[in-house]
């Protein structure tokens, strides 16, 4: 027999049995290891490739697929759909990220930010409130194609009696995530959060397919290859959850709002985009209520709405968004946000804000070029 008549025969005995129950006999794993083996083994991956299917299904419906490779902390990252970002590719070596968009050719710098690593926030999901709800069928609609990097060979598994199924409560009791862990491979491999406000429910569905583990890329795979005629901006993003580094990294006044127990400072964050400057600042109860206070620098030309409140002689909008509320205003060249639950702590942190940062002021002119033709990291990582 010749080899290809013997590959396709094996793949041929392999797609037939995929669908099977389990044998006669074979012992029911325990949930807690199942849940432990796909962290560790998601945790001790080295490298692997997939395409990443995102799916958001309520008041906006859309779906994003893009192709995404990673070893060692570098990402490659390349859109497929929809159209309108289609091959615009996002590469990172771990210290910074390279976006870069062949339609406009544009590419943006931004220091200190990596892209998503789907594997393992899908592996974060198995937390431990996640809850066993034993193996799943195959009109759950779950199936995963495993493929050889570079090939054209794949197999679908999972498409029956397999995946392994956990489900999670939020600190909010109206949103629901549920895990799908495959079971040949023992990895999380599809994610499903359902959130439910008002009258509103949405629905963010995550999915690899053609997963590759443990692949072999090219040397250029992690390098960004932008032409030397794009139009290049940098960017800076700072996060940190020590309040003297937020202050030492922004080119503007950091606001300090007097925030009420039992809200403490969690952490902030500093993103410097081209001429613009924006501080957001995160507070934190034990029960995981946020409240969040943001400046942005120059301010936002967009006209406001909402609930006029005057504060100390400061006009504030008051705005109600889905089961969010938050106060708005403009001030001495900068926009402020109060998000957060409770129309009197916003107005009351808002008021804490208008004293204070009219002492303060709005500090240096926030760093960032645009400049065509040049980039500020070197179009290959390895150089």
């Known amino acids: 027999m010749r080899p290809r008549s013997r ?3 094996v793949l041929a005995v ?24 796909a962290v560790s083994k998601v945790d001790a991956l080295d490298a692997y490739a997939a395409t990443v299917h995102v799916r958001l299904n309520g008041s906006l419906n ?41 339609r406009t050719n544009r590419a943006t710098v931004t220091y200190g930010t990596t892209p998503t690593h789907p594997l393992a926030s899908l592996a974060g999901m ?21 493929a050889v990097e570079g090939g054209d060979a794949s197999l679908q598994v999972g498409a029956g009696g397999g995946p392994y199924q956990f489900v999670s409560k939020g600190a909010d009791v109206n949103r629901t995530t549920r895990v799908w862990v495959d079971r040949d491979r023992g990895i999380p491999v599809k994610a499903r959060t359902v959130s439910a406000f008002e009258n509103t429910t949405q629905r963010l569905t995550v999915e690899l397919t053609n997963v590759t583990l443990s692949p072999t890329f090219a040397d250029d795979r992690f390098d960004p290859n932008v032409p030397a005629s794009a139009t290049v901006t940098t960017n800076r993003v700072v996060t940190s959850d020590d309040i003297a580094a937020i202050r030492a990294n922004a080119s503007v006044s950091v606001p300090t709002p007097d925030v009420p127990a039992p809200y403490e400072f969690e952490d902030g964050m500093v993103v410097s985009y081209g001429n613009q400057t924006t501080v957001t600042l995160t507070y934190a109860t034990p029960n ?15 006209a406001g709405s909402g609930e006029r409140i005057d504060v100390s002689g400061t006009t504030v909008r008051y705005v109600e968004d889905g089961d969010r509320t938050q106060v708005r ?6 926009t402020y946000t109060v998000t957060g639950d409770g129309r009197d702590l916003l107005v009351a942190v808002a008021e ?24 500020s990291v070197a179009t290959c990582f390895s150089d």
Request: charged share 20%; proline share 5%; aromatic share 6%.
């Open 62 to 102: 859309q779906t994003v697929t893009y192709r995404v490779a990673y070893q060692d902390g570098r990402t490659n990252v390349t859109y497929r759909s929809p159209e309108r970002v289609a091959g615009t590719r996002l590469v990172s070596n771990g210290t910074a990220t390279v976006q870069y968009d062949p």
């Open 329 to 334: 205003w403009t001030a001495d060249g900068a």
């Open 126 to 146: 198995l937390d431990g409130n996640a809850t066993y709800e034993g193996e799943t069928e195959a009109r759950d609609g779950f199936a995963v194609e495993y």
């Open 14 to 37: 392999l797609v037939a049995g995929a669908g099977c129950a389990a044998l006669p006999g074979d012992s029911q794993p325990n949930p807690a290891d199942v849940r432990q083996n």
């Open 352 to 375: 804490s804000l208008v004293a204070g940062e009219a002492s303060a002021g709005t500090g240096a002119t926030a760093s960032g070029t645009t400049r065509p033709g040049t980039v």
């Open 7 to 9: 590959a396709l025969l």
């Open 288 to 302: 995981d209520t946020t409240l969040l206070v943001t400046k942005r620098v120059p301010a936002s030309e967009r």
